[in-house]
């Protein structure tokens, strides 16, 4: 499966940005999916995860309460709602897939990044 992520830009800190995942080659429905991070100078992080049938979420206790993550299986894309960003959200943001339901990085397929950067 292939993965495209969309929806980065600059914002102000306190502000709010939706970030999307747009999958082909591939049955979706098939895939657990996330979103990761990377910040300059540190290691990927993991953010959020959902089951392939969006009945269960996990998130990273940094984002709980600010950040949702969903997906639509019938046009094979995800999204991450972020709101009440915070100058230490800056990264680039990763969308992932994989068999397994996972909340950490170990994931097999990746989309290439989406710049996010909040500023104070």
């Known amino acids: 499966v292939q993965l495209q992520a969309s929806g980065g830009g600059l914002v102000q800190a306190g502000g709010s940005l939706r970030l999307s995942c747009a999958a082909s080659?591939?049955?979706?429905?098939?895939?657990?999916s996330a979103w990761a991070r990377q910040a300059p100078g540190k290691e990927r992080e993991f953010v959020a995860s959902?089951?392939?049938?969006?009945?269960?979420?996990y998130y990273a206790d940094f984002v709980k309460g600010r950040f949702t993550i969903s997906r639509d299986n019938a046009n094979n894309m995800m999204y991450l709602q972020m709101n009440n960003l915070k100058p230490e959200d800056t990264a680039v943001y990763y969308c992932?897939?994989?068999?397994?339901?996972?909340?950490?990085?170990?994931?097999?397929?990746w989309g290439q990044g989406t710049l996010v950067t909040v500023s104070s």
């Open positions: 992932a897939a994989d068999r397994t339901l996972r909340t950490d990085t170990h994931y097999d397929y």
């Open positions: 080659g591939g049955t979706f429905s098939n895939y657990a």
């Open positions: 959902i089951k392939w049938s969006g009945t269960s979420t």
